[in-house]
Structure formats: structure tokens, C-alpha cells
């Protein structure tokens, strides 16, 4: 199974509402990434989970909380959003091999959360 | 993190082969060229990626100049369902570095 599953597919929400994006795999990944896309434009990083731990924010601003329960979940809360906050929201996975290891390992991306921030 | 430098678009006639240039010449020792692309609204995908030597998979083909300045993704045969942006990125460092995307390539498909 090389599937990353992110839900929901579409969300509308309001400036004023709390929501959460939530991404899964099963492959024993153990670094989990968020990236952001606006139309047009390519993917953007804004979190990389490593081991659960948060190893990466790209200075994103606090309306955005990731949260990583356990190795194959990783959430993305969201509060108080701005309209330009609008975009495709991608998840990401990939093994996380240590330095030693490290062969170039692939990143496996899920279908994304459209977002739409009224 | 070392650049790279893609043609913005390019066309190609179904069942012909495409070959997708992409230039790096601050690459690094380390750096793994990696070729991603990104069907219409899906997440992107995996393609191919090497270091030094030419790798053949069962979706493209990888081209690496001796000097690893340059690489040239090829397709051996287009199709319609390979109509997408294809990005050309360096990768260094452990298995959480992430992928910096440039713009990418956006490839056409003409019947």
C-alpha cells in the first residue's frame, strides 16, 4: 500500500470557524510533510514531521497548528483563517532513512484538501 | 538549496518520445536529482531519480550529464494521461529533507 489518504477532499469554512485537515499512511513512514499550493503556482513547504517530532515550520503563521499523534497521522488545525489562506493543502510522507541509509528516498503525496476560506 | 532551471512549457504529439530538460549547475556532490510531476488536480508524483548514472524505470527514462550540471527526463512515449507539470528538483541531506519546488515544466499532450 503506497497511499497517502487526506480528508476532507473540499472545505468552506469561515473566518471565524475551527477545522482540521487530517492525512494517513501505512507505509511505516516516519517523516511526514504538510506543503501548500495556490492555483497556479508550485507546492510550498510549511511543516516536516520527523518521527512525530516538528523538525521544519517555515515560518508559518499560528493560525495554522500541525499536530502529529502518532507515525501514521499527521493533523493540521486551522483557526481564524484569512480568504488568501485559500489553496490546495497536500500532505506527504517518506521513510525518514538516517544519513547513513539515505538513497534518496521518495516522497509519496496525497490527493489534498482543497480549501476555500470565506 | 541549489536551483534549478526548467523550460516553462512544452508540447509534444501523443506517442512520440519527449525529452524534458532541466539545467542545474550549482548541484552538489550529494544532491539527488529527483523528477516529480503533478497530473491536474492531483498531489504530485514520484517519476525518477538518480545520482550520477542514467536510470531507466518503468514510467521515464533519466539522462545525467557527466558533469551533473544538466539532466534530461525522457518519455518514451507520450500519452494524453501524461499531460502535467513536471518539476526537476535537487535533494541532499537525510530522509526528511523536503522538496523544494520550482516551477516546473508544464507539459502538453496533442493527439
Known amino acids: 500500500d503506497t497511499e497517502v489518504t487526506q480528508t476532507p477532499k473540499h472545505l468552506v469554512m469561515g473566518m471565524t470557524n475551527k477545522k482540521s485537515l487530517k492525512c494517513e499512511q501505512h507505509?511505516?513512514?516516519?517523516?511526514m510533510y504538510w506543503y501548500k499550493q495556490k492555483a497556479k503556482k508550485p507546492p510550498e513547504l510549511m511543516f516536516v514531521y520527523s518521527y512525530e517530532k516538528l523538525s521544519i515550520n517555515e515560518s508559518v503563521p499560528s493560525r495554522f497548528s500541525p499536530e502529529c499523534p502518532n507515525s501514521s497521522l499527521l493533523n493540521l488545525h486551522l483557526h481564524a483563517l484569512q480568504p488568501e489562506d485559500s489553496a490546495l493543502y497536500l500532505c506527504?510522507?517518506?521513510?525518514?532513512?538516517?544519513?547513513?541509509?539515505?538513497?534518496?528516498?521518495?516522497?509519496?503525496f496525497g490527493p489534498g484538501t482543497r480549501l476555500t476560506v470565506l | 538549496d541549489a536551483k534549478t532551471t526548467q523550460p516553462n512549457s512544452m508540447e509534444s504529439n501523443e506517442e512520440e518520445p519527449v525529452h524534458l530538460p532541466c539545467n542545474h549547475s550549482t548541484i552538489s556532490g550529494t544532491d539527488y536529482i529527483h523528477w516529480y510531476r503533478q497530473l491536474p488536480s492531483q498531489g504530485p508524483e514520484y517519476v525518477i531519480h538518480?545520482?550520477?548514472s542514467n536510470v531507466n524505470n518503468r514510467m521515464a527514462s533519466l539522462a545525467i550529464a557527466e558533469d551533473r550540471k544538466s539532466s534530461t527526463l525522457i518519455l518514451h512515449r507520450a500519452t494524453l494521461r501524461d499531460a502535467a507539470v513536471y518539476y526537476c528538483i535537487l535533494r541532499g541531506g537525510s530522509g526528511n529533507t523536503p522538496l523544494v519546488f520550482g516551477k516546473g515544466t508544464r507539459l502538453s499532450v496533442i493527439a
Open positions: 538518480g545520482l550520477t
Open positions: 506527504a510522507s517518506s521513510q525518514d532513512s538516517g544519513l547513513r541509509e539515505w538513497r534518496g528516498d521518495t516522497q509519496y
Open positions: 507505509m511505516g513512514h516516519r517523516a
